[in-house]
């Protein structure tokens, strides 16, 4: 056994295979390596001698792992999600639909015709505007710089308050009431709660600005639909781009669907095609810290459940 | 006359006027100022007297002032031109374009219904991409940190190859079948001379890939339109998407409106909405260079007639 050797289980992907290497591990059986990445769920999950010290999971959200007993009968070794594996291309999701909505394209793309004036009259710009975003994790943390490259400015907004790098302000989730007025923008990316439910409803809504697009790749909780289908009717904002609704799936015929300025992309921000490559990234930048003895990402704290 | 003294001519915008001010500019009357920002065209154009040292003119392209005498009057003058002002505007409009395409906004558009497997397979990612820009200069130079913060990687073509900032790698024009193999996507930013008619046509578009979006906010002219309806239609290319086009305006019922994968915007990713505020950033920009004895931006040279 040697000190980078590590496990790829039950069945060896090639990306994830070339990621361990390249980050400095060495592929090793079950029984005689230190590390072990899991690509499968709970069921089948194997008994893990006293050689493994690390399990990286492929799945961000773990509870399986803990109902099962995986977690509690290895109290000895470390267990990693995949959590923040997924930030970058849900980031670019986010600023798609943004992006897409202050440019007008979904106006461009019903034209049949060279309408330039009433067109042009249409597109803004991010550059100097205010991006607030609600939920400074990974995919909030992940989007500042990208607003930061097109000149726009982020406010974060967290449950703490504690200042988020690049952002130039961030405020504890009980001031929301105060963004607004700087708010151009918002992208909500926070996790799904009771304290969340409707956290951006008829009088957040109502405090946006007739530009303003709301963008939600969270989950569809914590938009009021019938608000924002109100707001958007009577041009309170001016557009949605929803990843994620409430109902999900949104069923056919909803009014969302023929609402001019609603981009739907139905929970795809994260694709099969594109989470492959970002969890062999992920299992990469772990496995070079496992190597080097540095602390791992996604740690999965046995107590807090996640 | 304080040496900071600027002129704002024919008539006061209060945004120009404001950027004067910020920038540590005066505002002073024309007989009495070092410099002048004139905001009309060439007509109309007043005597200088001998305290004008720096003339501002408000248009990119600035051929009206050598026709009609104004430039050659004034050989002790420092003329500079709006050139520059408008690239911000441009390359957002170009990666909100590229965004649109590679994470298939159009597709998603035209969806009535909770369509997730099947979307999900068309999104795509600039991470880890590689956008060729051709033509590096102010917007394709200010396209390229935008994408780095994105993850994907600039290769720029340039007459001369020179390297340019943050680029991977940077080619002459003469060598631009060298890029193909590497290219995802393509940006045109090049100006339309003579030479860059149908720089991209059949063959290179030939060279690109399927998953590949063409984008052009340069001139119509730089981009076969024949041959690349063909390679829309047989899927050689993913997709375009055209601030300009040939012919322009784009006649009713041409074929590249009924496209599914292109998306048009009538030259308009620098409307005049957004002109005012980038003119403004822009005699900011030279106001403080003038007061503090810098070298301006966007000067014309008298010989080379641009």
């Known amino acids: 056994m040697t000190a980078n050797s590590i496990a790829l289980e039950p069945s060896a992907d090639p990306d994830v295979a070339e990621a361990i290497v390249r980050a400095g ?105 205010t991006v607030t975003i609600i939920g400074a994790g990974g995919i909030g943390r992940t989007l500042i ?46 996790p799904a709660t009771p304290a969340t439910r409707h956290l951006v409803g008829a009088d957040e809504l109502g405090r946006l600005k007739p530009h303003s697009w709301v963008i939600n790749v969270a989950r569809g909780s914590l938009l009021d639909t019938d608000a924002l289908i109100a707001a958007l009717r009577s041009g309170v904002i001016g557009g949605a781009g929803l990843d994620v609704t409430d109902p999900e799936p949104l069923p056919d015929g909803h009014p969302l669907w023929d609402l001019p300025n609603v981009i739907i992309t139905p929970h795809d921000s994260n694709p099969p095609s594109l989470r492959r490559r970002a969890f062999a990234d992920h299992v990469g930048a772990n496995v070079a810290r496992f190597v080097n003895g540095c602390e791992l990402l996604a740690r999965v704290d046995p107590v807090m459940g996640y």
């Open 25 to 129: 591990g060495e592929l090793a059986d079950l029984d005689s390596a230190r590390g072990l990445v899991w690509l499968a769920g709970a069921e089948g999950f194997p008994d893990l001698g006293a050689n493994i010290e690390w399990v990286q999971l492929a799945a961000a959200g773990v509870e399986d792992f803990f109902t099962s007993g995986v977690i509690g009968r290895s109290p000895n070794v470390q267990f990693t999600s995949a959590a923040g594996a997924y930030s970058r291309t849900v980031a670019e999701h986010a600023l798609a639909l943004l992006l897409a909505g202050v440019r007008a394209i979904p106006d461009h793309l019903r034209a049949r015709s060279w309408q330039q004036q009433e067109l042009a009259g249409r597109i803004g710009t991010l550059r100097d505007s």
């Open 145 to 190: 710089p990208m607003l930061a490259a097109l000149g726009a400015h982020a406010i974060a907004v967290s449950r703490s308050g504690k200042p988020v790098p690049g952002a130039v302000a961030t405020y504890p989730i009980a001031r929301l009431p105060e963004v607004w007025p700087e708010t151009d923008h918002i992208v909500i990316s926070a």
